[in-house]
């Protein structure tokens, strides 16, 4: 059978090394019966998404495929980068790909509803509430990912995105954010630190550290447990705790033609896999957002926890950019409200339910 992209080609083709993507696909002969899949993310292994997140899923499928499914899996844009996820997936240079809304918004426009402030808190509200949203006839899968030659298997959200700041200035109240610079992961974070005043800057989150300990940039908009891992604690000074910013929101998504050339069964596996991950990923999330709040405070980095009044200023400050963000997907002709709609009803389902 047809296996898909060693790694050196793929990388070839990431830096386009290769005239044409199709000229990445290699011959690779499995046991008759077996389908090996390329899984490629952004993610250092030690990441939850990667470690509770792909390392599952691809540990779960293959136990429910009985070893028909094998996988290669690539981490830490050892393929390409994470913009770059949507193109590879869709060609076949990579069969499951990590995609985020934040990273490719004007791809997937609609899916940045996740993102919105003050959605939740709950990693789990956030993710499980998005299935219906991203399966089949589900209003994300419909408008965003099957037009894109994707189809969605599994879902993260790491939720409480807060501001957190360099050189000793402190944010306690909206206003402070105005005039700022601040790194933002994209998409619809973008429109929120607009929103406050603040000038938004794309880099990667690699540089942060670094441009916040030299004062290019203010600080950033960020939740914990994606600060930790590049010791933000020495490097900013100061965070909000509660303000709900937003969220970053990720899938692990198959290419369509894949998808379509694996039998039903097969499918169905992925499927189930991705079910199981969801869950188990979510909970992850929380415990890990949670030690790591704990260990930056221990770092240094000193937390401003919102009291209720507080928390009011900043849920008003920031409650236009929902309606903002649903006139622009209407004008746009997506179907912003009924997205919004959705994603509000499935979370409070998913609430109700208890998980």
Excluded at 81 to 96: C, H, K, P, Q, Y
């Amino acid at each position: 059978m047809v296996r898909r992209t060693v790694r050196f080609l793929a990388l070839a083709c990431a830096v386009g090394l290769v005239t044409t993507l199709t000229a990445c696909a290699g011959e690779r002969e499995g046991p008759p019966g077996t389908h090996t899949l390329v899984v490629g993310d952004s993610f250092p292994t030690t990441h939850p998404f990667s470690r509770d997140g792909a390392q599952f899923f691809v540990e779960r499928a293959t136990e429910l495929s009985g070893g028909r499914l094998r996988f290669e899996y690539h981490p830490s844009e050892s393929l390409g980068a994470a913009e770059d996820f949507v193109n590879l997936a869709r060609s076949g240079v990579v069969d499951i790909a990590m995609v985020s809304p934040g990273y490719v918004s004007s791809q997937l426009p609609l899916s940045g509803v996740a993102d919105l402030p003050a959605m939740t808190t709950d990693p789990c509200q956030g993710a499980l509430g998005l299935e219906p949203l991203l399966a089949e006839g589900g209003v994300l899968h419909e408008h965003d990912f099957a037009p894109d030659g994707l189809h969605p298997l599994v879902v993260g959200v790491v939720t409480g995105y807060e501001v957190m700041t360099g050189g000793g200035r402190a944010v306690t109240d909206p206003a402070d954010v105005a005039g700022m610079v601040l790194r933002s992961s994209g998409g619809t974070i973008d429109r929120t630190v607009n929103h406050l005043g603040a000038a938004p800057v794309s880099m990667p989150v690699t540089e942060m550290y670094e441009a916040i300990s030299r004062g290019t940039v203010d600080g950033t908009v960020l939740g914990p447990l994606s600060a930790l891992p590049y010791r933000l604690d020495e490097a900013a000074t100061h965070s909000t705790l509660g303000a709900q910013l937003g969220s970053f929101t990720i899938t692990y998504s198959i290419g369509r033609s894949t998808w379509d050339g694996l039998p039903p069964d097969l499918q169905d596996v992925l499927t189930r896999a991705g079910h199981d991950t969801n869950r188990h990923l979510c909970r992850e999330v929380a415990a890990y957002d949670a030690e790591s709040q704990t260990k930056l405070e221990a770092g240094g980095l000193a937390f401003h926890r919102l009291d209720a009044d507080e928390q009011r200023r900043w849920r008003a400050a920031v409650a236009p950019v929902r309606e903002e963000w649903v006139a622009d997907m209407e004008r746009m002709g997506l179907p912003g409200r009924a997205a919004l709609d959705d994603l509000l009803a499935s979370q409070r389902a998913v609430a109700g339910q208890g998980r």
